[in-house]
């Protein structure tokens, strides 16, 4: 774990490119864990939309479907094709730590998105922190919505997975030294139907639950249709984390009054490509690291908040 | 000989039951070195389940087996043939997609020293074995691709292939038509006369006088009667099996023949892909009035299951030449359903691939063809249906314990009826049957001749394939013989003989006769 | 004997539902397990499984297998979110489409099997791939949320019933849809001459064939029965879920089957019956259930649904055979 | 015939590949496609599918199917992970401890099918969440990565050879177990009486269990076969990607099932080839690569893939039937 070595410079050493500057053509690959997590789909229609403004770029994308396998193979073809850059989002750090490296070795611009490799055999990383994210989560919560002392649910993403670990331990965190009781922790698999079949068992045992903390959107959204059904959503407030700035999002969620509260857990897409634009058109340097803001959405902020990120 | 002392076989107070079904009761069965043993009975009557026990197939019996006097209890056919016993089953046992040398030699394969299989050793052995059966086949051909008898012969050889002290053959010339079972005879004699003890069980009557020593009579899972063979005759015979005397195997009527049903000129059908052991009609003309019972007969392989299948639209896809006039209107063989509706009704040959559905019951079975004509907006009403059934039932004498039974627990013969009561209840006007009474013992052939004689009666005509002559000739008003997919000549029985049939079969003056049928080439 | 048969098929349910009383968590002195609204999430929580495997049902008991289910599903809930919030199309002009989008994917996929004679199973495979790869294209990758109201994106408020409970609150209307579904392929597969074609061409086909059953049509049918609950499930899956996803209905195939084979149904065809399969999916839900109560760790809570399903396919073993 | 037969099922791929040839991506005059790498890297990314879909050559040769092959190698993964990692084995214990417990799985599998005769399909779909609980549990639900070195907590560095390329950098470690694996399969399917006994009992197990062919001692070994080729191929896998994660090989099982059906195995037992199957097998992956190399849409590579997939099953209907 690196975290200060916002150095300044690229890792110009290892990169023998050299930048083509503005009158050149170049194709980025955009290697994608998986389309079926809303925030990757939403990662990569945000490089969609800020690439299309960079009339040197071409982007082209590929989804490994949760296999770190085809992420390899992915990036491979990548490299066959000689792009001009790589922008991935690894499905996990160490298995793509190698092919990473070895387009990396070549030459290649590779800019990091979300979770991180080992190593530093990459030109930047651009992602969110999420032990942060839980955090002010939980200060929220602390703050804000049980002032006095309470009863927390919670429902945690997919078992032994990074985010997951982190948003729980920030969240807890958060809410040291409160009156705050966490009653019961249940998996949602990060899925909205599960988080509300697990709901459903979970209001059953505690019904006097009076903050739901969901690890992100869907499973918030879930567990207030489980609580719904049973007739108590009223009795509670339901938070969410990720914030997605589409129709079936966290935004939206929040300014229907579903969702008391949602954490924004920025894709990075807009940031990549920019970062893309600094290497190949502009020539200049980037941060070995750049860590993006998280912003607490509440309904005071989310319309506005929505509409920005879709103009 | 030591066969004095003890016999080669002893199978003492054998008892099976399925269920509530005693298919063998208390049996009591010597079998002797050099010996043929005809074992008879009714379908049911439990001989293929005695020797199923023998044989270390059916291992859950009471009694006690022994061969040359000692004690032996099987748990699984290979320990029988290690113990020099060998069975030709009643169904086919082959796997259709090795060739004939690895069928033979499955489980005791030649090896190589490498221990890898030695094929060539195992082709030339088979062609030997082969040879012995009177019949040339090339022993890498895979076995699926040979025909029903051709198959037969190669579970023969594969039974001679064990050296076996003990040989069961379960009606084993059921698919075979006359000359092969005349070289099938020689290799018994041969196998007689180097001691080897062979069960027989067929419903040929005619065979058991020929070859076998003994016989023993079965009915109803017990021992009912012993006999010397050759002093058997085929009705003393067929009275201890059924347990009265048989009336009159063949029909003796005298029907005018009303109006034509079916002519077929110069039919003629080219695959759209060539399938192989098939032998597509090549120029056939024939005509099928009502009331009448027209043979098809001919060699193995001479083409009459493909005849009825082209009829009847089950055969494989093509163009057809020549014509079809059914009911007096052309017709084009659409498939099976088409057919059932335009009044035809095929009985298959093999019941147990093409005919039933085993695991089901009597009445599903029974009421496959009908089942969506005999209700209203597609609903099955469940007294008619019953009443269906249970009236064809007691029409054909079907044994059985209650119609909801499986049918895969019936007898062959009885198997055979329900095909046949399904095809009935269609009503049809043209009854195709092939090799309808193949496996189906004595007495119930009678009854199956007597309904097809109530059914001509009744103004359906019949198309009968067939590879009995005898069962040609007295069931048949004419037969039109096939050959290499031609038809090559027409008999009336009233005039011919067996022997007539068998010649024609074997083309003497066939190319002479062919010319009585028109067209051909055309 | 088919009466045995036909309890033994409950048998495990039974068993199940003993152990989950009897090993219910309390609460205040109640049994959890029992409580009215548990044992209707119970159903609701299965009863889109269930859906689907009652249409798998009759694709299995013709011998054949259809793994597009959970991609149909699916499908059918991006179509429903998509028509009704995009396109502005109402209730029933929106539930009609995506039903008939789901029997004419089945009705290919039954064409393909059928006519032309390839495997169920690897039609289906690729059939599930297709229904994700359009679900993906039609949806634009996303989840399409569906907010309720009169004004354009928005769908119609009749929609959201499908996520309420009705009888006093307590039924939830995804379960009753499901019984009825249950309760009309019961009637129809024990009455119709339909499901006697069924259980022939399972049975032994090429006689069905040679008795005059319509074999090819029979098959091309089933698949549009699959195929169309599949849709159904689909339609109630966005409407308790208020949104579709292409997401949606990953992996729920292999619920399906196992609900299907759990309930005693022959994967070789020709035999089984629907009552059988949604014993099976009450089994699968109230083992889901009751492990969840328990707050089982989910590493072991598939071990345990691991070895449940091969004991409950072993107990369909006992039953007796030809 | 049985020439034309082989031939045909080589088919497809000679199609597939000569359509990538001419249609492939060039950069500056050379085709992208024919590059050595290139060719390298689609043997590579086959490799373990292709492993697996040997050994599931077997299974379905008998008529069965094994559908936790994807679990498995998730478990081998892991074990050979934990094992390097976390309890300092050496490599040569590892392999065997690994590839013993793949063997020992596919036994109990194929126990419970052979023995019980409970249904292959229900049993492995079993034996894939028996699988992934257990790997999860032993992992730890994380995945273990794996370090290099001489330390305690380090893989020792002969590991790491599985993911090195020899002869001149050129051909990919794994690529060479795959082809070693399928040319000793591939003799031993021709000349062995086991394999004869294989074909048999798909062919007509009854046939074969009266011609004293130890039917279910057969059945086993062909799932300890495949459950031991599971765990080759997870080695590999952990080996390539320095990693053993529980959720490894997710979904894997229907890649190897449609390289062996492609290849033109049938799923009812007693026709195939492995020859066939690695023919599907490279099918796959030169389609795969062919449509990454063109940056097709990955939606859209699920529509072709999935009607390639059908329209080579559908060609093997071609082949002559007996
Ligand atoms: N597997 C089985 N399950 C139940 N009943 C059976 C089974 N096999 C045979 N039977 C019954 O046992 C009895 C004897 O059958 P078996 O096959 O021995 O008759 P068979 O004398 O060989 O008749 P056939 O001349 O028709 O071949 C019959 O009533 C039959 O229905
Ligand atoms: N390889 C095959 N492919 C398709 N059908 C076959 C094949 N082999 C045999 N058959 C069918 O099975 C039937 C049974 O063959 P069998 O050897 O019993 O012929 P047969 O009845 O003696 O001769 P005939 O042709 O005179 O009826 C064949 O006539 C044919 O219809
Ligand atoms: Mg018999
Ligand atoms: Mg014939």
């Given at each position: 774990g690196t975290t200060s070595e916002n150095s300044g410079q690229g890792n110009a050493g290892a990169q023998e490119s050299e930048c083509g500057g503005p009158d050149g053509k170049y194709t980025i690959g955009m290697s994608q864990a998986?389309?079926?997590?809303p925030y990757r789909q939403r990662m990569d229609d945000d490089i969609k939309a800020a690439a299309?403004?960079?009339?040197?770029f071409s982007v082209e994308f590929a989804d490994a479907q949760q296999d770190n396998a085809k992420q390899v193979s992915d990036v491979e073809n990548f490299l066959t094709k000689q792009i001009d850059l790589l922008i991935i989002s690894p499905n996990e750090a160490t298995p793509l730590t190698s092919v990473v490296a070895k387009a990396y070795n070549k030459g290649i611009p590779v800019i990091v998105l979300d979770r991180k490799v080992d190593?530093?055999?990459?030109t930047t990383w651009i992602g969110a922190d999420n032990v942060e994210i839980g955090r002010t989560a939980g200060e929220y919560v602390a703050s804000t919505l049980l002032p006095d002392g309470g009863k927390v649910g919670e429902i945690r993403g997919l078992a032994g997975s990074t985010p997951a670990k982190e948003r729980g331990d920030g969240f807890r965190a958060g809410i040291?030294?409160?009156?705050?009781?966490?009653v019961q922790s249940v998996d949602g698999d990060w899925l909205r139907e599960k988080g509300q079949s697990q709901a459903d068992a979970l209001f059953k045992a505690h019904?006097?639950?009076?903050v739901l903390y969901a690890h992100n959107d869907p499973m918030a959204e879930g567990a207030y249709l489980a609580a719904k059904a049973a007739g108590i959503e009223k009795n509670m407030k339901f938070i969410g984390i990720d914030?997605?700035?589409?129709?079936?999002?966290g935004l939206k969620a929040v300014e229907q009054g579903r969702l008391s509260a949602t954490l924004i857990y920025p894709t990075g897409g807009r940031e990549a490509v920019d970062t893309a634009k600094k290497l190949l058109v502009d020539c200049q340097a980037v941060p070995k690291e750049q860590t993006l803001e998280t912003e607490l959405i509440t309904v005071d902020n989310a319309a506005t908040v929505y509409n920005e990120a879709n103009s | 000989m030591d066969n004095a002392v003890s016999p080669l076989v002893e199978m003492i107070g054998i008892s099976k039951s399925y269920g509530g079904v005693?298919?063998?009761?208390d049996i009591h069965l010597t079998v002797r070195a050099g010996e043929v043993h005809a074992l008879l009975g009714e379908n049911g009557a439990g001989k293929s389940t005695l020797m199923k026990i023998l044989s270390g197939d059916?291992?859950?019996?009471?009694g006690t087996v022994s061969i040359n006097g000692e004690p032996v209890r099987f748990t699984a056919p290979a320990d029988a043939q290690r113990a020099g016993v060998a069975m030709i089953h009643?169904?086919?046992?082959?796997?259709?997609?090795?060739?004939v040398a690895e069928n033979i030699f499955l489980g005791r394969e030649v090896r190589t020293r490498l221990r890898t299989v030695d094929r060539r050793r195992m082709n030339q052995v088979t062609r030997g074995l082969l040879e012995r059966c009177g019949v040339a086949l090339?022993?890498?051909?895979?076995?699926?691709?040979?025909?029903t008898g051709e198959q037969q012969l190669v579970t023969i050889a594969k039974a001679l292939s064990l050296s076996a002290k003990v040989l069961i053959m379960?009606?084993?010339?059921?698919?075979?038509?006359s000359a092969e079972v005349e070289q099938m005879f020689t290799v018994i004699s041969e196998l007689r006369r180097s001691g080897v003890g062979i069960v027989y069980i067929s419903h040929?009557?005619?065979e058991i006088g020929r070859i076998a020593d003994r016989a023993t009579v079965l009915r109803n899972g017990a021992v009912v009667a012993g006999f010397d063979a050759r002093e058997l005759t085929a009705e003393a015979a067929a009275e201890a099996m059924v347990g009265r005397p048989v009336q009159t195997m063949f029909r003796t009527r005298d029907v005018d023949p009303g109006e034509e049903i079916l002519r077929v000129t110069d039919l003629v059908l080219t695959p759209r892909r060539e399938r192989s052991g098939r032998r597509e009609p090549d120029g056939i003309s024939l005509t099928v009035r009502r009331g009448e019972i027209v043979g098809v007969g001919g060699l193995l392989g001479s083409g009459r299951t493909e005849l009825l299948e082209t009829l009847y639209g089950a055969g494989p896809a093509g163009t057809l030449r020549g014509e079809i006039l059914f009911r007096g209107k052309p017709f084009h063989p659409r498939g099976a359903r088409h057919s059932v509706r335009a009044g035809m009704a095929l009985v298959p040959e093999d019941r147990r691939v093409a005919g039933?559905?085993?695991?089901?019951?009597v009445t599903a079975n029974t009421v496959l063809s009908i089942v969506d004509r005999?209700?209203?907006?597609?609903?099955?009403p469940r007294a008619r249906e019953h009443g269906a059934v249970r009236r064809i039932v007691s029409e054909l004498k079907v044994k059985l314990g209650?119609?909801?039974?499986?049918?895969?627990?019936?007898?062959g013969g009885n198997q055979q009826k329900v095909v046949f009561g399904r095809m009935l209840l269609t009503e049809p006007v043209l009854l195709l049957l092939d090799e309808?009474?193949?496996?189906?013992d004595v007495g119930a052939k009678a009854e199956i001749y007597q309904l097809l004689g109530e059914a001509a009666q009744q103004g359906i005509g019949v198309l009968l394939a067939s590879s009995e002559l005898a069962e040609l000739v007295g069931v048949c008003d004419r037969v039109v013989v096939l050959s290499g997919g031609r038809s090559v000549r027409e008999l009336d029985t009233r005039q011919a003989g067996e022997a007539d049939l068998l010649a024609a079969s074997m083309g003497e003056g066939g190319a002479a006769l062919a010319v009585d049928v028109p067209g051909g080439e055309a | 004997m088919s009466t045995l048969f036909r309890f033994q098929s409950l048998f495990g349910l039974v068993a199940v539902f003993v152990v989950a009383v009897v090993f219910s968590p309390r609460h205040n002195g109640e049994l959890l397990f029992l409580d009215a609204d548990n044992l209707a999430n119970v159903v609701r929580a299965m009863s889109e499984i269930g859906i689907m495997a009652v249409g798998m049902t009759f694709v299995i008991l013709v011998g054949g297998i259809d793994l597009s289910v959970g991609a149909v599903l699916g499908l059918a809930a991006v179509g429903s979110a998509v028509l009704m919030v995009?396109?502005?199309?109402g209730v029933a002009a929106t539930v009609v489409i995506v039903l008939l989008i789901g029997l004419f994917f089945g009705f290919l996929q039954g064409l393909a099997s059928?006519?032309?004679?390839?495997?169920a199973f690897i039609v289906t495979l690729a059939g599930m791939q297709i229904a994700r790869g359009i679900a993906r294209i039609w949806s634009g990758g996303q989840g399409v949320a569906i907010a309720y109201g009169e004004g354009p994106g928005e769908a119609p408020?009749?929609?959201?019933?499908?996520g309420e409970r009705t009888f006093n609150g307590i039924v939830p209307i995804p379960a009753l849809i499901f019984v009825v579904v249950a309760v009309v392929a019961i009637v129809f597969l024990r009455t119709s001459a339909f499901a006697r074609h069924v259980y022939a061409i399972g049975g032994n086909e090429k006689a069905a064939r040679l008795s005059g059953v319509p074999v090819t049509r029979v098959k091309i049918t089933v698949f549009c029965i699959c195929g169309f609950l599949a849709a159904l499930a689909g339609i109630v899956h966005a409407g308790q879920l208020n949104q579709g996803s292409p997401?949606?209905?990953?992996?729920?195939e292999l619920d399906a089957i196992a609900a299907v084979v759990i309930g005693g149904?022959?994967?070789?065809?020709?035999r089984g019956s629907v009552v059988g399969t949604v014993a099976g999916a009450l089994l699968l839900g109230v083992l889901n259930n009751f492990l969840g109560l328990h707050g089982v760790d989910p590493n072991v809570q598939l071990l345990v649904k691991g070895l449940v399903i091969v004991v409950a396919a072993g107990l369909q073993r006992l039953r007796p055979s030809v």
């Open positions: 998986n389309v079926a997590e299309a403004e960079v009339p040197q190593g530093d055999a990459y040291e030294g409160k009156d705050i009781e966490i019904p006097d639950i009076q914030g997605l700035p589409i129709p079936s999002g | 005693r298919a063998c009761r059916v291992t859950d019996h009471d009643q169904e086919l046992d082959l796997v259709p997609a090795l060739s090339d022993p890498r051909r895979p076995v699926g691709e040979l025909r379960d009606e084993p010339t059921s698919a075979l038509s040929r009557m005619d039933l559905s085993l695991e089901h019951s005999i209700g209203t907006a597609g609903f099955v209650s119609i909801g039974d499986a049918v895969g627990t019936l007898s309808p009474t193949r496996g189906v | 995009n396109d502005d199309f059928a006519l032309f004679g390839i495997q408020v009749a929609f959201s019933l499908l997401n949606d209905g990953f992996g729920y149904t022959s994967l070789m065809g020709g």
